[in-house]
């Protein structure tokens, strides 16, 4: 990997261990928690291992790091560096046994994201970049990562978790950006935004995402060539609502679709 960034190693570590504690819950038909009242959000001792190994080696290798995770909340999250943790992104394809799932894991500097990966344990691949290169490596070997040309809506490839994550506004305006498009696919959760990475598809768009949805995915696109923001243009750095492409000039036809409908 041709990663320069001096804490890419230890992504590496972080990845290793994560993986490890996550395995042995995979097509385990292990127990199941929701999270959420009045809804299903749910998580699996699987993601609790996974975001309990990293941070163990987190806290023993930088102690003076923040520590942002889904499963077991902050630590130090006003420090220069903070690593922004999502053990298991796509628990819904995790639990029913779909390997589309992977394991994010980002690092923050000075609140940007600057280095990050999505590491997919059972099928041993991994996306990585520092926002100025990105690499594949897996069991097709290892290639730079690098967006495709897609200059327009009617040649691109769009992927979206479910449209009916969509409130009736955003709904409407994605569905007509999803009637231009060539292509379009659902339930692909940080694998679409991997695609657009390795020149395999064009665009994402979402709502409703958490920081550790995206910092990782961050420096991955940008750095194969893409851009990501908030559907108004902003840092994506919070999660949000987030616009994802590999040409910015598709970036750019969007966000005008997108900038000015409203989040209610």
Same mark, same amino acid.
């Given at each position: ?49 996974? /975001? @309990?190994?990293? +941070?163990?080696?987190?806290? $023993?290798?930088? =102690?003076?790091? #923040?520590?942002?995770?889904?499963? !077991? ?98 709904? /409407? @305006?994605?569905? +007509?950006?999803?009637?231009? $498009?060539?292509? =379009?696919?659902? #339930?692909?959760?940080?694998?679409? !935004? ?71």
């Amino acid at each position: 990997m041709q990663i320069k960034h001096t804490l890419y190693p230890f992504l590496e570590r972080l990845a290793a261990a994560a993986g490890e504690a996550i395995l042995p819950h995979f097509r385990s038909n292990g127990a199941i928690e929701n999270k959420l009242d009045g809804g299903f959000d749910p998580v699996t001792a699987g993601d609790r291992a996974g /975001e @309990a190994a990293m +941070r163990t080696l987190i806290n $023993a290798e930088f =102690a003076a790091h #923040g520590i942002l995770g889904e499963e !077991y909340g902050n630590e130090r999250i006003d420090a220069e560096h903070v690593w922004v943790l999502d053990p298991i992104d796509g628990t819904r394809s995790f639990i029913t046994g779909l390997p589309t799932w992977g394991t994010l894991i980002g690092l923050k500097s000075g609140n940007w994201p600057s280095l990050g990966m999505m590491a997919q344990p059972y099928i041993n691949e991994a996306y990585a970049g520092d926002g100025e290169s990105a690499w594949y490596s897996g069991p097709i070997g290892t290639r730079q990562l690098k967006t495709r040309a897609c200059a327009t809506l009617s040649d691109a490839v769009l992927f979206t978790t479910t449209p009916r994550i969509l409130k009736p506004l955003e709904l /409407e @305006a994605y569905d +007509r950006i999803e009637a231009e $498009a060539r292509l =379009a696919r659902y #339930g692909t959760d940080c694998y679409a !935004y991997c695609m657009v990475a390795a020149g395999l598809a064009d665009l994402v768009i979402e709502t409703g995402l958490q920081a550790y949805d995206i910092v990782a995915l961050v420096p991955i696109i940008e750095g194969a060539g893409g851009v990501v923001t908030t559907w108004t243009g902003g840092s994506p750095v919070n999660g949000g609502r987030i616009v994802a492409c590999g040409d910015k000039r598709l970036h750019e036809i969007v966000l005008k679709r997108l900038s000015n409908v409203p989040a209610g």
